[in-house]
């Protein structure tokens, strides 16, 4: 019963020095190994390691990518405008033990970070103007804040590895200003264009009635040129057909005067010897 009990003990006391000898690293993490508070080893691959027991404890940070957001801040650019800029950034602890040397912790590293980017951002942006910064040049400015922030956070043991802007406003006393210039300037252009545009109608609709002009003027022309030479060949012909027989010409003539004068109802008062009733009172 004896021999159980001392075996029993000398199981427990193996188990808690190897606990207090041995240690895991997840694969999330890196650790730095400290004897009596001073570095003694960096250990960046996941797996079992060792410590001396009593004199060395562990000191674990994060392997992951890790997040920096800080509270908008004032930024003046090159034309003298003020933007309220909301920024993050993604960094990764790159050398633990410079970080602890130097930093010591997360909260000393968001102090460095917030000087570090802060001062890139109002340098770098202060070099362009409102609009370049809100549009088309945002993604070289910040690739640009991205490498100098990352430059000057490698002497703390810091990667950094983007740097984004997520967003831009005005401050409150600037907006309206800068919204009513804004309808201002598009008003002008808006005028502008409507005003080129009645230009371009005016213009169209005066070479589309000249057109319109030319063409009736032409067909007129045409026409009257093509009713002229018919009722010259009509009398050509009805002078050919007529010419062989006068009198037959004179009678067909009478009965058109006959037909044109006397309609319904119609009262003319002639003398019976009147030319113009020659073939009526004719048997």
């Not at 997360?106 to 802060?118: E, N, P, V």
Request: glycine share 2%; aromatic share 10%; charged share 35%.
């Amino acid at each position: 019963m004896r021999k159980e009990t001392i075996l029993i003990i000398i199981i427990v006391v193996l188990l808690f020095l190897t606990n207090l000898t041995l240690f895991v690293v997840d694969e999330t993490k890196q650790a730095i190994v400290l004897q009596f508070g001073k570095p003694v080893r960096a250990i960046k691959e996941p797996g079992l390691n060792w410590k001396l027991p009593f004199i060395q404890n562990v000191v674990y940070f994060e392997d992951r990518l890790l997040s920096y957001d800080t509270a908008p801040t004032e930024i003046i650019t090159k034309d003298k405008k003020t933007l309220i800029v909301d920024n993050y950034a993604r960094w990764k602890i790159k050398d633990p033990l410079l970080f602890l040397q130097t930093v010591r912790d997360l909260i000393g590293a968001q102090a460095r970070l917030d000087d570090i980017i802060y001062s890139e951002l109002r340098v770098d942006l202060g070099l362009y103007e409102m609009s370049e910064i809100v549009s088309e040049k945002r993604d070289f400015i910040m690739k640009k804040v991205t490498e100098i922030s990352d430059e000057k956070a490698n002497t703390y043991g810091i990667e950094i590895v983007d740097v984004r802007i997520k967003r831009v406003d005005l401050p409150p006393e600037n907006e309206k200003y800068i919204f009513d210039r804004m309808r201002a300037e598009r008003e002008r252009i808006a005028k502008q264009y409507r005003a080129e545009g009645q230009e371009e109608s005016a213009k169209i609709i005066a070479d589309t009635e000249k057109e319109k002009t030319i063409i009736l003027a032409e067909a007129y022309k045409t026409a009257q040129t093509l009713r002229g030479e018919g009722d010259a060949e009509a009398i050509k012909i009805y002078a050919e057909s007529f010419k062989q027989n006068p009198e037959f010409y004179k009678f067909f003539r009478s009965l058109e005067a006959y037909k044109i004068s006397l309609k319904d109802q119609t009262t003319i008062l002639l003398s019976p010897e009147s030319e113009f009733l020659k073939y009526l009172n004719k048997p």
